[in-house]
């Protein structure tokens, strides 16, 4: 169903945005709205600026000029994270100590808890539902290093259902993840749609979730290009630069063990 | 006369006891940012404090501690920048640290002796006052790694996902780096600062080999810290040995000894793993014959599941008992 989002209470919003990295223009004259459950896939090759659209909206990369708003809220004022569900494009949901699926999916729940409260019976309510919903119940006491790729990305998914977000937000969530894991993740998301939360995805392409999808939005050198109904996979190619001759191979992110 | 009929050991014991705890809790941290080194630069660093409060005649104790802190968020800081690598920031820190403070205990007319007390330990040498001030502050480095443990996690798991939070991340690094820094200086009488890392690091490593998750990692670490700690100056109480080198050395034949028993169980964890169940994994050839075992719950062989049956794994191949026949897989 598509709804024109101005109709909608808006989600996100920005007017004439422009994004640097380092003085160096990644993203520019960006337009873009987003209304109350609406299901938004940002699509656009390797390098396009569609990653740093979302890292930019999460407050990870800095607007240098436009007006950009969360929940109505100017960003830089917007403290209301909890609302946000956020995904990060990630090969491992592993870190220097070992570390369990309910331990790494509670942590999602941060943002609704208060410092030195222990957890209480509805945030633990909400880490297993959020297990639950990508079946991972049977391995929540095992280790995340010790899951496969796929898995790891769920429990990063899980980890931002915890906080029972109103915005779910996802940074190519199918790079680098099998046939059988993109349905899962469509299996997911199915159920949240229907209850009215607001998805933006990057994507390189729909895949299994292209039924899910109200609208595409697609970005080239820094720049939306495209604003309107998903189109179908034939079509997609034409949102891309160029054509890979193995789509696969170039879309496997690349691992920053230190986060510099 | 038992040990605890001195009261110098009574004093060694108890901050060995406090610094055994909060530095593998604060390790914990720091293994989980892979920043497994910066109690080690740490140490250098308060070298050049200690220095300074010999020349200024204040307690080493105390101007280490406030040049520590300096050089953790020193180091943050150029961290963050993210410029220089890690590991590079580390090392120009390390070096600047040591040779300040070799220069100016030097220009305080201090010996190589004065500041081996410091760069080794002398736990029994310490004070009253010098337990009190160990004792608090280790206290408080527990509190703080202990109390804010999910907002640390989170923070040390995946800055960016706790940005995203809310939280205030800087806040929390900050936050890491000082109480790494006033462990390293709380170590500085127990362990010494060029072993203090050691503390921090070595009993978390043990820690891993057998556990799942963070908060078992956590606190075997600060169990197994305690430990070698109070152990090492029971120990050199009585052969007479270096007490630092003893605690390290202990925590060391800790890891020895838990390190074969963490490969056998993330062999034994990936062995049970269950087999995929895609259609084309539950292809199988027949194998007409008997087999001569009948595979069972405690035949000895690893049974793993796969789909709806189990099968049993051994001289690298592996079937499941199917009426009369094995299906090979």
């Known amino acids: 169903m598509l709804m024109n989002s101005a109709t909608r209470s808006p989600v996100i919003t920005v007017q004439a945005g422009n994004v640097a990295l380092g003085g160096r223009p990644i993203l520019r004259g960006i337009d873009l709205a987003v209304g109350r459950g609406e299901v938004v896939a940002v699509l656009g090759a390797n390098g396009s600026g569609k990653s740093t659209l979302v890292r930019a909206l999460m407050g ?187 789509r696969e191979s170039d879309h496997i992110p690349m691992r920053s063990g230190w986060d510099l | ?39 080690d630069g740490i140490g250098h660093i308060a070298v050049t404090g200690v220095g300074l409060g010999l020349l200024t005649g204040h307690s080493p104790v105390w101007t280490a501690v406030i040049v520590a802190i300096l050089g953790a968020v020193l180091i943050e800081l150029v961290r963050e920048r993210g410029n220089t690598s890690g590991d590079v920031a580390l090392a120009l820190i390390f070096y600047g640290g040591i040779a300040g403070g070799v220069l100016v205990t030097g220009l305080a007319g201090g010996s190589a002796q004065t500041l081996q007390n410091y760069l080794f330990g002398s736990i029994t040498t310490v004070s009253v006052s010098d337990v009190w001030t160990v004792v608090g502050l280790a206290a408080i480095v527990i509190f703080v790694a202990i109390g804010f443990a999910p907002q640390l996690f989170a923070v040390c798991q995946d800055e960016e996902f706790a940005r995203v939070m809310g939280l205030r991340v800087r806040v929390y690094t900050m936050l890491t780096s000082v109480m ?117 719950a405690d035949c000895g062989h690893q049974a793993v599941e796969h789909g709806d049956h189990i099968d049993y794994v051994h001289d690298g191949h592996r079937h499941a008992m199917h009426g009369d026949h094995y299906d090979e897989h």
């Open chain 2, 180 to 296: 790494a820094a006033v462990t390293v200086t709380v170590a500085m009488r127990t362990v010494g600062l060029l072993l203090v890392s050691a503390l921090m690091v070595v009993p978390v490593a043990t820690s891993q080999q057998f556990a799942r998750g963070f908060k078992v990692t956590i606190f075997v670490a600060m169990l197994l810290g305690a430990s070698s700690s109070v152990g090492g100056v029971v120990t050199s109480f009585y052969v007479n040995a270096a007490p630092g080198a003893t605690i390290v050395l202990l925590a060391l034949a800790g890891f020895v000894a838990a390190w074969p028993v963490g490969i056998l169980l993330r062999r034994r964890r990936r062995l049970a793993e269950p087999f995929p169940t895609s259609a084309a994994s539950m292809s199988h050839d027949v194998v007409p014959e008997q087999h001569g075992h009948e595979h069972g």
């Open chain 1, 60 to 246: 990870l990369s800095p607007w240098t000029s436009g007006d950009v708003r969360l929940f109505d809220t100017p960003l830089s004022r917007f403290r209301d994270w909890r609302r946000v569900g956020y995904v990060p494009q990630r090969v491992t949901a592993s870190s220097g100590v070992p570390a369990t699926v309910a331990e790494v999916v509670a942590s999602g729940r941060l943002s609704r808890r208060r410092a030195l409260r222990p957890m209480s019976s509805t945030d633990k309510a909400a880490v297993r539902a959020a297990i639950a919903a990508v079946e991972l119940s049977d391995r929540a006491h095992d280790a995340v290093g010790q899951l496969s790729g796929g898995q790891q990305q769920r429990v990063l998914i899980a980890r931002a259902l915890a906080a029972e977000p109103e915005l779910f937000v996802l940074d190519e969530p199918n790079a680098g993840v099998d046939h059988h894991n993109q349905v899962g993740l469509a299996d997911t998301l199915r159920p949240m749609v229907a209850t009215g939360t607001t998805v933006l995805l990057v994507l390189h392409d729909l895949g299994p979730l292209a039924p899910l999808i109200d609208r595409a939005v697609a970005v080239r050198d820094g720049r939306i290009v495209y604003d309107g109904p998903p189109p179908d996979d034939d079509s997609l190619e034409e949102f891309h630069d160029h054509h890979h001759p193995t």
């Open chain 2, 1 to 39: 006369m038992t040990l605890l009929d001195y009261p110098f050991m009574v004093r060694a014991l108890l901050a060995a006891l406090f610094t055994g705890l909060a530095a593998p809790a604060v390790g914990t941290y720091l293994v989980q940012r892979r920043l497994a080194l910066m109690g």
